[in-house]
């Protein structure tokens, strides 16, 4: 693609961002009840798929196929003009879409990557307690019954559960095998019987997070996916969802909306002035610009090359290890000049991001961002070991 059909289809998409983007939607959706923060999704997610631009990462055939560098076009612009997050179908376009992809068979594929257009929700069920960042150490064990697995054990940080249609599962079928052997990978029908889903609620008074526990859960054969007992190397194309273009749109977001709104904050007349005019404050706002300008960059770079076939190893993990720690700083610095305030402000919208402008709320959801996908601290030991070729950690049996 030239650089000239690249302006052109900038220019499409700042038209259509214009006029569909609702201006109004921080305010519909501050406060909101979950049926109508599910009902705002769910028809945002339509108004993008009318466009051409709800699943551009899929393939062609499933009514994706748009080439990288449009997609990052598209990212960037989403963001330019704060258009609300599809939120409630992350796991569903992403997650899922790459696992089927990846590892399903046609059946599976042809029965759910439509049903996901039409809206078909899912979550994630792979953390537990006592297995989170060590996923492997996972308990909920599956046991062949005829045409069917048997499942018991309880899941946790299930993002959007309670919405949910459909599971990625993982759970253990061989409880002999090593750690990272015996554990198999399905697609659990939240409807089945057995399955009760309780929200956890946050500091931020929201229930983002939810617990689902599974009791003689009865899941048919063909919703395996993958071999019997090789689900972690399945798992391993569902956590790759999470790397590339996801994190090239929340870098943007970050750069756009997020810091926008810390500017327009330090640029506000207080009681003692304004902030920005304290020269201490302008050197640190003018340090997280810059770091936020190299995020960026790296994420493009990132993208590009994983598009060409010479990503490095450790490329993911150094993006969410800078993305997530970048976020907390952000955040922290908007909490401090936004003063007592900033606490005041008790409520954020739905259908966004880390980056609403509730500068303690946006603090405290930004320390979600250091845990999910590999904490920090994997993040450091995958870079440790794979980028730099230092000694790897004594594995687990």
């Given at each position: 693609?030239?650089?000239?059909?690249?302006a052109?289809?900038?220019?499409?998409?700042?038209?259509?961002c214009?006029?569909?983007?609702?201006?109004?939607?921080?305010?519909?959706?501050t406060?909101?009840?979950d049926?109508?923060?599910?009902?705002?999704?769910?028809e945002?997610?339509?108004?993008?798929?009318?466009?051409?631009?709800?699943?551009?990462?899929?393939?062609?055939?499933?009514?994706?196929?748009?080439?990288?560098?449009?997609q990052?076009?598209?990212?960037?612009?989403l963001?330019?003009?704060?258009?609300?997050?599809?939120?409630l179908?992350?796991?569903?376009?992403?997650?899922?879409?790459?696992?089927?992809?990846?590892?399903?068979t046609?059946?599976?594929?042809?029965?759910?990557?439509?049903?996901?257009?039409?809206?078909?929700?899912?979550?994630?069920?792979?953390?537990?307690?006592?297995?989170?960042?060590?996923?492997?150490?996972?308990?909920?064990?599956?046991?062949?019954d005829?045409?069917?697995?048997?499942?018991?054990?309880?899941?946790?940080?299930?993002?959007?559960?309670?919405?949910?249609?459909?599971?990625?599962?993982?759970?253990?079928?061989?409880?002999?095998?090593?750690?990272?052997?015996?554990?198999?990978?399905?697609?659990?029908?939240?409807?089945?019987?057995?399955?009760?889903?309780?929200?956890?609620?946050q500091?931020?008074?929201?229930?983002?997070?939810?617990?689902?526990?599974?009791?003689?859960?009865?899941?048919?054969?063909?919703?395996?996916?993958?071999?019997?007992?090789?689900?972690?190397?399945?798992?391993?194309?569902?956590?790759?969802?999470?790397?590339?273009?996801?994190?090239?749109?929340?870098?943007?977001?970050?750069?756009?909306?997020?810091?926008?709104?810390?500017?327009e904050?330090?640029?506000?007349?207080?009681?003692?002035?304004?902030?920005?005019d304290d020269?201490?404050?302008?050197?640190?706002?003018?340090?997280?610009?810059?770091?936020?300008?190299?995020?960026?960059g790296?994420?493009?770079?990132?993208?590009?090359?994983?598009?060409?076939?010479?990503?490095?190893?450790?490329?993911?993990s150094i993006?969410?290890?800078?993305?997530?720690?970048?976020?907390?700083?952000?955040?922290?610095?908007g909490?401090?000049?936004?003063?007592p305030?900033?606490?005041?402000?008790?409520?954020?919208?739905?259908?966004?991001?880390?980056?609403?402008?509730?500068?303690?709320?946006?603090?405290?959801?930004?320390?979600?961002?250091t845990i999910?996908?590999?904490?920090?601290?994997?993040?450091?030991?995958?870079?440790?070991?794979?980028?730099?070729?230092l000694?790897?950690?004594?594995?687990?049996?």
């Amino acid at each position: 693609m030239t650089g000239r059909d690249l302006a052109e289809f900038r220019a499409e998409v700042r038209n259509w961002c214009r006029a569909h983007v609702p201006a109004d939607w921080r305010h519909r959706q501050t406060g909101v009840p979950d049926t109508e923060f599910v009902r705002f999704q769910q028809e945002w997610f339509q108004e993008l798929r009318r466009a051409g631009y709800a699943v551009p990462h899929w393939p062609r055939e499933y009514g994706g196929g748009m080439p990288i560098p449009e997609q990052i076009v598209l990212y960037q612009e989403l963001a330019a003009h704060d258009a609300p997050r599809l939120v409630l179908a992350f796991v569903s376009v992403h997650h899922a879409a790459a696992t089927l992809l990846a590892a399903g068979t046609q059946a599976q594929r042809q029965r759910h990557l439509p049903a996901i257009l039409d809206g078909e929700l899912w979550v994630q069920g792979f953390s537990e307690p006592g297995a989170g960042s060590d996923l492997a150490a996972l308990r909920t064990s599956a046991r062949r019954d005829g045409d069917h697995y048997v499942v018991s054990g309880q899941k946790v940080w299930a993002s959007g559960a309670q919405y949910a249609d459909w599971c990625l599962l993982l759970a253990r079928t061989d409880p002999k095998a090593p750690k990272r052997h015996g554990i198999s990978y399905f697609l659990l029908d939240m409807r089945s019987p057995g399955i009760e889903v309780r929200p956890i609620r946050q500091a931020t008074g929201e229930s983002h997070f939810c617990e689902i526990f599974l009791d003689q859960v009865r899941i048919p054969a063909e919703q395996l996916i993958g071999a019997e007992n090789a689900g972690w190397k399945v798992a391993q194309q569902t956590l790759g969802a999470e790397r590339g273009l996801t994190m090239l749109e929340l870098a943007e977001r970050l750069g756009n909306a997020g810091f926008r709104w810390l500017a327009e904050w330090c640029a506000q007349p207080g009681a003692g002035g304004r902030a920005i005019d304290d020269p201490v404050v302008a050197d640190r706002l003018a340090a997280l610009e810059i770091e936020i300008t190299g995020l960026r960059g790296l994420c493009r770079d990132l993208v590009e090359r994983h598009e060409a076939g010479n990503a490095g190893p450790a490329d993911a993990s150094i993006v969410k290890l800078y993305y997530s720690e970048l976020l907390q700083r952000v955040m922290d610095f908007g909490a401090e000049v936004g003063g007592p305030a900033a606490h005041e402000v008790l409520r954020k919208p739905m259908s966004g991001g880390w980056e609403s402008g509730a500068w303690v709320l946006d603090f405290i959801g930004s320390w979600e961002w250091t845990i999910p996908g590999g904490t920090s601290e994997i993040q450091r030991t995958i870079i440790g070991e794979r980028g730099l070729g230092l000694p790897r950690e004594p594995a687990g049996t």
